[in-house]
């Protein structure tokens, strides 16, 4: 059998000098806390607080970062045990799926993927084999019984990873029940909600036209009109500030703001509703709506997160058979100077409003998010993203966007993930990349070594919780 092993030195860069500085400035900050301040966990876990079924259930089946991969090559989702929408039979032996998993765990070689999943094999159960075909039987009964002790419950995990709070993101139609429950349990501060109101400012939906009518039946507001379907939207932010929320978060195809006077708004709202609103205008709608959101956190301070440029469910064929979020979206090109510019003239110049803008095009980093956020002081650009969520991704970030925006215009670091015990790994990976690059400028005489360090810890630590308002 191989050994499992993380070496300590991982990450950091080959040569001498800057390996010796970075050793030195991740000493000081691989410890604090955990602020995980966007992601997908799943809030039933800390709310009920109950043991993990076991190892396939719990870290194959949510991460389609694992079952993407598999899916290019070759194994079908069904026999990976993924549900399918019809109700159609697939794999229901979680050891044979865990089987199948390591017997393919080499195509994970060089990915992030193999980073957090060692990690957590080697520093959450204490794994120090690697896990391979004939190991597969021993990782699963292994992380089985690890799972049914008291020491691997939610909120145990919480402590023992030192997260000082997550957030998970729900809908705006959510009913927060789960967040509900954690009030009074001590964990109602470090679990908080997300307001995420895609489900009602998407008018490409099927559903959208009956989310609106709920949106109305929540908050007594008529919102077949403009002005009470605004109105019903800064209700729902209400309450779910009282769930905790701090921020927002916005997943649009594209970065389009728009800022229509009111009676064209009102007008562009009844054609959506009504389902006769052209693609083109469905998007205007989409855009409207940023610029609506985003002078609703300027009235009640939360914090607004855009994630745009995601080509969401590419591969018709899964996203009939088994729904969204099964690794088939794909990162597409987005454009920002212009498509913000209205949002931007209206908001951007306000000191007090905080809005974190993320892309999957890399290509825009450089030329377009660092020069805007290096500007308008309410703009702060997020880390990097999905599919750039790397080592590599994370230096190419910071190369591109330093000399433009500073480090301060960036907000550290989130994980957003469903894959909770891989935070701990993602949140280490962030910090050690942090370094190489702080140890770069160290060496080549850019930066002092102590303010390579107040600069490590603010960006582990500090630049987060201020963003996120935390």
């Given at each position: 059998m191989t050994v499992l092993s993380l070496h300590p030195d991982r990450l950091f860069a080959a040569e001498p000098q800057q390996r010796d500085i970075a050793r030195r400035l991740y000493a000081e900050i691989k410890d604090l806390p955990i602020i995980s301040p966007h992601g997908h966990t799943d809030p039933r876990w800390f709310a009920d607080n109950q043991n993990w079924d076991n190892a396939t259930s719990l870290l194959l089946l949510p991460d389609h970062y694992v079952f993407r991969m598999l899916y290019s090559q070759g194994i079908s989702l069904e026999q990976l045990g993924i549900r399918r929408k019809d109700g159609s039979a697939v794999e229901t032996d979680y050891r044979k799926i865990f089987r199948i998993f390591a017997e393919h765990y080499y195509l994970f070689r060089g990915t992030p993927s193999r980073i957090w999943l060692d990690s957590v094999f080697h520093d959450v159960f204490g794994?120090?084999?690697?896990?391979?075909?004939?190991?597969?039987?021993?990782?699963?009964?292994?992380?089985?019984?690890?799972?049914?002790?008291?020491?691997?419950?939610?909120?145990?995990?919480?402590?023992?990873?030192?997260?000082?709070?997550?957030?998970?993101?729900?809908?705006?139609?959510?009913?927060?029940?789960?967040?509900?429950?954690?009030?009074?349990?001590?964990?109602?501060?470090?679990?908080?909600?997300?307001?995420?109101?895609?489900?009602?400012?998407?008018?490409?939906?099927?559903?959208?036209?009956?989310?609106?009518?709920?949106?109305?039946?929540?908050?007594?507001?008529?919102?077949?009109?403009?002005?009470?379907?605004?109105?019903?939207?800064?209700?729902?932010?209400?309450?779910?500030?009282?769930?905790?929320?701090?921020?927002?978060?916005?997943?649009?195809?594209?970065?389009?703001?728009?800022?229509?006077?009111?009676?064209?708004?009102?007008?562009?709202?009844?054609?959506?509703?009504?389902?006769?609103?052209?693609?083109?205008?469905?998007?205007?709608?989409?855009?409207?709506?940023?610029?609506?959101?985003?002078?609703?956190?300027?009235?009640?301070?939360?914090?607004?997160?855009?994630?745009?440029?995601?080509?969401?469910n590419h591969n018709q064929v899964i996203f009939e058979r088994f729904g969204a979020d099964k690794g088939a979206d794909i990162p597409s090109p987005t454009e920002f100077v212009s498509q913000l510019k209205p949002l931007l003239q209206k908001y951007g110049n306000e000191p007090s409003l905080k809005i974190i803008l993320f892309t999957l095009d890399e290509t825009t980093y450089a030329r377009e998010l660092a020069p805007l956020a290096g500007h308008y002081p309410a703009l702060k650009l997020g880390p990097a993203w999905w599919f750039h969520d790397s080592p590599e991704g994370m230096l190419r970030f910071r190369h591109q966007v330093t000399e433009t925006a500073g480090f301060y215009n960036t907000v550290g670091f989130n994980d957003d993930t469903r894959a909770f015990l891989s935070i701990p790994a993602r949140h280490d990976v962030a910090r050690r990349i942090d370094c190489r690059f702080l140890a770069q400028l160290v060496a080549e005489h850019r930066l002092n070594e102590d303010e390579a360090h107040q600069l490590a810890h603010d960006l582990t630590y500090k630049l987060a919780k201020q963003a996120y308002q935390l």
């Open positions: 794994l120090n084999v690697a896990l391979s075909p004939q190991t597969a039987d021993l990782y699963y009964d292994h992380i089985n019984a690890a799972l049914a002790t008291a020491a691997y419950k939610p909120r145990a995990l919480l402590d023992r990873f030192n997260i000082e709070v997550i957030a998970t993101t729900e809908g705006a139609l959510n009913d927060l029940r789960h967040h509900a429950k954690l009030k009074g349990s001590g964990f109602e501060q470090r679990v908080i909600t997300t307001f995420r109101p895609d489900d009602v400012v998407d008018a490409d939906r099927a559903d959208f036209a009956a989310n609106i009518a709920k949106l109305g039946e929540l908050t007594g507001q008529d919102t077949q009109n403009w002005a009470g379907y605004l109105q019903a939207l800064r209700i729902r932010r209400a309450v779910f500030r009282d769930h905790g929320a701090t921020a927002t978060d916005h997943g649009h195809p594209t970065a389009k703001t728009a800022d229509l006077p009111f009676k064209e708004a009102e007008a562009l709202f009844a054609r959506c509703l009504s389902g006769t609103a052209s693609a083109e205008e469905t998007e205007l709608f989409r855009g409207q709506m940023l610029t609506e959101m985003a002078g609703m956190s300027l009235e009640d301070g939360m914090t607004m997160q855009i994630h745009p440029g995601a080509h969401r």
